[in-house]
């Protein structure tokens, strides 16, 4: 079965789905249509770039309805729309994604950085395509190649990002699982320029000297994430629990600029937890 991973949450392994055996998926919660729903809570960065550090809450929606897979992402979702066989080796998932971003918008904790004025929130849509492989090392894990691509449509950066990730889920226990992942982020000028320059205004505002980013590799990541079941049966719906981590390193432009080198940390670290429920 395509359907096991809980939200796992976090931004880490949110879409991971390991493949669990037919004759287990049948009776079970998810076999056929499905909902789990989730809230958390997540320690990360005030800023992409900051060395401060905020709690905030986040929702989480996972599930298929009338063969769409409905997967999160961070601040977002992403649909499937090429369903899996549930004895395939080989998946391939594409579909539309939206997610939002408040980064610099709210928030900042930093006062030389709150100075050099907040940034507009952001709304990104692209399209999402991957491809999976079931049955590597065991008879329910899986690894998936995937990439994002999204456009801001609200204005803000205006430009594009996207992010490759490779992940790899495996069950524990019939009542639990992890995911481990790698990923990158791609920025092009434009969302460079909006995010890490240092215009003169914003130099004479904060003190921060003035800096022109460049489009490129703006960070890697590696996560690990996990469900458990609280009745340990992932399969029979309900109640479960969620964590995560993940440790993003900045590069280029991103670790370069003043709000990073001067008055943040290119290394950034994120965790969470969190409760779902299994309709």
């Not at 079970?28 to 789990?36: Q, V």
């Not at 929702?59 to 997967?71: A, M, Q, W």
């Not at 992402?73 to 539309?96: E, N, Q, V």
């Amino acid at each position: 079965m395509r359907k096991l991973a809980l939200a796992a949450g976090l931004g880490v392994a949110l879409s991971a789905t390991p493949g669990l055996a037919q004759d287990m998926m049948e009776g079970s919660k998810l076999d056929g249509d499905y909902l789990i729903v989730g809230v958390g809570g997540v320690y990360m960065p005030s800023y992409r770039g900051s060395d401060d550090y905020t709690i905030t809450p986040f929702p989480i929606v996972k599930g298929e309805l009338g063969g769409i897979g409905i997967n999160p992402r961070a601040g977002g979702i992403a649909l499937d729309l090429i369903p899996d066989a549930d004895d395939a080796k080989i998946g391939f998932s594409f579909g539309p994604t939206v997610t939002y971003s408040a980064n610099r918008a709210r928030g900042i904790k930093d006062r030389v950085v709150r100075a050099a004025g907040k940034l507009n929130e952001a709304v990104e849509v692209g399209a999402t395509a991957g491809i999976t492989g079931y049955k590597l090392l065991n008879p329910y894990d899986s690894l998936t190649l995937s990439a994002d691509v999204r456009w801001d449509v609200a204005k803000a950066y205006k430009g594009m990002i996207w992010t490759p990730n490779l992940t790899y889920t495996t069950p524990l226990s019939k009542g639990s699982f992890v995911a481990l992942n790698v990923g990158a982020r791609h920025v092009d000028g434009k969302y460079a320029r909006y995010y890490y320059s240092v215009t003169p205004g914003q130099s004479f505002a904060s003190g921060l000297p003035t800096y022109n980013a460049r489009k490129g590799w703006e960070s890697i990541t590696a996560g690990l994430a996990g469900a458990y079941d609280l009745d340990g049966n992932l399969l029979n719906g309900g109640f479960s629990v969620f964590a995560g981590v993940a440790y993003t390193k900045m590069l280029n432009d991103a670790k370069d600029t003043p709000y990073t080198s001067l008055r943040g940390d290119d290394n950034q670290w994120l965790g969470g937890v969190g409760v779902a429920y299994t309709f």
